[in-house]
């Protein structure tokens, strides 16, 4: 000890302040010290790591649109680690038996909760780089789609604040290590179990709730839609209120502390009803226009006309190559016929994991018809291309260029491009002009080959060639036969100037129903068992017109 | 000058047993030490002089206030610095996070004087040279000189330290001895301790507790005196000694009623001490 103390040195005094109730300011020092500590908490750090991740694995799309909520969601793994963080902060008076101490103290136990309450800002603050990193990056890639909605990206941020409350709260009402742990596990199985499905009549409880499905209205089976995202914020807002005074009450009911709870509860139901409530007429009107009428922008380029909701504009530019490849190779004439690329809008039907929306069958039934695929996925002979570009890796389709040239190639020889809702897609086995659709895609589309024959490895077992998840996205107007596809690649593998010759010079009886894909092959040299084998018809598929 | 401490009558129990019964007790500026063995009560005392325990009975003023009302809580806890028997640490805080932590709690909360005043009492206690360390990686010595920094942040008026110089080396009990003196020309210091070294070197009155009971309540010379003719050398222990060892120069110091003609000697503060709690002191010299 220092040995040059003298009783001058020792009654130097730092002035407490002259306040008497200097809480506001004990809190905002303490919440300063209490936020270093948690940041450097190697749970936080862990957490981080695994949501980029986890973002990184559940946002690979670049629907902006779309991806917004699964971004949200990445940030679990950060709330969950705060939960554990806070709720360890919360604990280490106990745990290092400072309570004694500290309890000798001015300041309030009070403050302290309040302090680790606060701290959590910097979970959360982690939480919102960790999503703007990702609109950077996405906004950078320059295949991004639309914008994110805000408020549904705040729900994640929200979640790391609501774990915050939910630790610092478990740490004051059941004080023990264990218990972080244990309502991670809880609050998991609660919102992922019963809370998660998509028909839950308490879905709109939870904290990760679809506020933005497109379902417009109260359903028949009067379950309550989500209503708008934001009062699903203001309801996340209003619970992780309640928490954090919960957290504080725990030192007593004073005033101050009954009305923040009271205000806090008022919020939450105040926003919880406003979530649930009945959609007045003209906000009905107005989203069943925008699900039977969604608002679509159409371009013209090079004689072709591009369509597509107002997000994909930037799609136009990305599909145009591809498009030219395939009818660069064609005659003037089939040209001139105007194609037309329209993007279907898939919100209604099916989700982005390819798989039919649960709230499709809650929709009112003038909705629902309006928007069923009978109705909004006609026939048109238009090519249809879905909305990623250029991969998807949620989806069977792993190579949205073919997806697109491959219709594009079979409008050229007079197939159709695209299913429609209604029908299966048509059989042209053994058909010349299949085998041409093929090759005009193949050649048309940067890595076509490899997609092509991806396509054919990934069929299984049968004759016909299995695009994938069409049923979802009828992408595929034709049901191409495995021999067809395989005479394709044999003539992707030649020199294409050759082969495009050849398909030009005879393009007329090439593209006729009649003439079979073995005429090409032998014109190309290609050993006629390569390119007859397996043609048979083989699935009681209709054949195309 | 209002009275720092002014105890009457005080009593605290656990389920049945008394820890402390009817203590009265005054303290003003300077240093009181508080002697006895384990179980005495003491530490009971001195975490109602602390305002963390309240007592059953009795009637209690700390700094001129009130412990039992808010308000006077409030203001005795303004005025006060606390070195529990066991304190806890943060242990992944480094010493100077550790009492600027302490220091937002006793409601410093401008940033830069507050760091002075780390700075300060960190520099107090000779732990300087180590305050960006995580306290996990301190000895005890340093732990218990951290939480001794902390109890002296915004130099108290009221110390109330239990046990404070438990795992520190002979130097450091003389440098803590020197803080602690210099400390005490203006604040009142109730120091606990085993240590009868200490409160010799330290304290101008001493009470010693038993029981939960206030045995001796005065001068450190008194507690001394209190011994005197009760205490001898001899060649063996003798009968009549209630306690007896062999010291360094190979004869025995006896304690006790002395026999006629005994080689008596000045008596210590410890052998007072061990007079006054009798039996239950044996174990602890032993």
């Known amino acids: 000890m220092n040995a040059a103390v003298t009783s001058a040195d020792a009654a130097e005094r730092v002035a407490p302040p002259n306040d008497r109730h200097p809480m506001a300011r004990i809190v905002r020092a303490l919440t300063r010290s209490e936020s270093g500590h948690l940041l450097r908490h190697p749970s936080l750090l862990i957490g981080v790591a695994l949501s980029v991740l986890l973002i990184r694995t559940a946002a690979s799309g670049n629907i902006l649109t779309e991806a917004d909520g699964d971004v949200a969601l990445g940030l679990v793994p950060l709330a969950w680690a705060t939960l554990i963080a806070t709720n360890l902060s919360a604990l280490r008076g106990r745990r290092d038996g400072s309570a004694e101490l500290f309890g000798s103290l001015p300041s309030a136990p009070a403050t302290r909760t309040a302090a680790q309450l606060l701290a959590g800002w910097v979970a959360v603050v982690a939480g919102v780089i960790v999503l703007i990193g990702w609109l950077v990056l996405e906004w950078r890639s320059g295949l991004a789609i639309g914008s994110p909605n805000v408020a549904q990206l705040v729900i994640g941020p929200l979640l790391v604040a609501g774990a915050a409350a939910l630790g610092v709260l478990a740490a004051r009402w059941l004080p023990h290590p264990i218990v972080g742990p244990l309502v991670v596990v809880a609050t998991t199985v609660v919102q992922a179990g019963p809370l998660s499905s998509g028909t839950s009549p308490l879905r709109w409880m939870a904290f990760a709730a679809d506020a933005t499905s497109p379902a417009s209205a109260p359903g028949d089976d009067g379950i309550a839609f989500p209503g708008p995202v934001d009062w699903h914020v203001l309801y996340i807002g209003g619970t992780i209120l309640i928490a954090g005074v919960l957290a504080v009450a725990r030192h007593g009911f004073s005033r ?104 499709l069958a809650l929709l009112p039934p003038r909705v629902r018809a309006a928007v069923d695929p009978a109705a909004v996925w006609p026939a048109d002979g238009a090519v249809h291309p879905d909305r990623e570009w250029p991969w998807d890796e949620e989806c069977t389709f792993t190579d949205h260029g073919v997806a697109l040239t491959v219709q594009v190639g079979a409008w050229a020889v007079g197939l159709p491009p695209a299913q429609a809702a209604a029908s299966s897609p048509c059989q042209a086995s053994g058909q010349a002009r299949s085998v041409v659709a093929l090759w005009l895609a193949g050649q048309a589309t940067p890595g076509g080959v490899r997609g092509l024959a991806d396509i054919g490895r990934a069929s299984g077992p049968g004759t016909t060639v299995d695009f994938g998840d069409s049923a979802n996205q009828p992408s595929w107007g034709v049901a191409y036969a495995k021999a067809d596809l395989a005479l394709a690649l044999a003539l992707l593998e030649r020199p294409v100037d050759d082969v495009a010759r050849i398909v030009t010079e005879s393009w007329e009886q090439l593209v006729n129903p009649s003439t079979p894909s073995a005429i090409l092959g032998a014109r190309a040299g290609i050993p006629a068992a390569a390119s007859v084998a397996g043609s048979a018809e083989s699935t009681n598929a209709p054949r195309c017109p | 000058m209002t009275t720092a401490v002014s105890l009457s009558d005080i009593e605290k129990s656990y389920g049945r047993t008394r820890a402390v019964a009817g203590v009265d007790l005054v303290a003003e500026p300077g240093i009181t030490g508080l002697l006895g063995p384990n179980g005495a009560g003491k530490t009971t005392l001195m975490r109602m002089l602390a305002t963390v325990l309240a007592p059953d009975g009795g009637r209690m003023r700390l700094l001129g206030h009130d412990p039992g009302e808010p308000d006077g809580r409030l203001a005795i806890r303004r005025r006060l610095g606390y070195v529990p028997q066991e304190p806890g640490y943060h242990r992944n805080f480094t010493a100077f996070e550790f009492v600027d932590y302490v220091a937002i709690l006793k409601e410093m909360t401008d940033r830069r004087a507050r760091h002075d005043e780390v700075r300060r009492v960190l520099g107090l206690v000779d732990l300087t040279d180590v305050s960006g360390k995580k306290i996990k990686a301190l000895s005890g010595g340093m732990r218990r000189r951290v939480a001794l920094a902390q109890a002296l942040l915004g130099s108290p008026d009221l110390l109330v330290l239990d046990e404070p110089t438990a795992g520190l080396d002979p130097e450091q009990r003389l440098r803590f001895r020197e803080v602690i003196s210099a400390v005490a020309t203006d604040a009142t210091v109730v120091l606990s301790t085993h240590q009868t070294e200490d409160v010799s070197a330290l304290c101008q009155r001493v009470v010693v507790m038993h029981e939960g009971a206030v045995r001796y309540d005065g001068s450190v010379r008194g507690l001394a005196e209190g011994a005197r003719g009760r205490v001898w050398l001899a060649a063996d222990r003798h009968p009549s000694a209630r306690l007896s060892w062999r010291t360094g120069d190979g004869l025995h110091r006896n304690i006790g009623d002395a026999p006629p003609r005994a080689d008596l000697v000045d008596p210590t503060v410890e052998d007072g001490y061990l007079l006054l709690v009798g039996s239950g002191a044996r174990e602890e010299a032993a």
Do not use: H
Request: aromatic share 4%; charged share 25%; glycine share 6%.
């Open chain 1, 256 to 359: 101050r502390v009954s009305l923040a709870l009271a205000g806090a509860a008022a919020l939450a139901g105040v926003a919880a009803v406003g979530q649930t409530r009945p959609l007045s007429d003209d906000e009905i009107s107005r989203r069943d226009a925008l699900l039977t009428n969604p608002p679509a922008v159409c371009e013209v380029r090079s004689a072709v006309r591009y369509c597509a909701p107002g997000d994909f504009r930037a799609r136009f530019g990305q599909w145009e190559g591809p498009v030219k490849a395939v009818l660069r190779r064609t005659p003037a004439e089939v040209r001139d016929r105007g194609l037309v690329v329209s993007m279907r809008d898939l919100n209604v039907t099916s989700s982005p994991d390819c798989t039919p929306t649960p709230l």
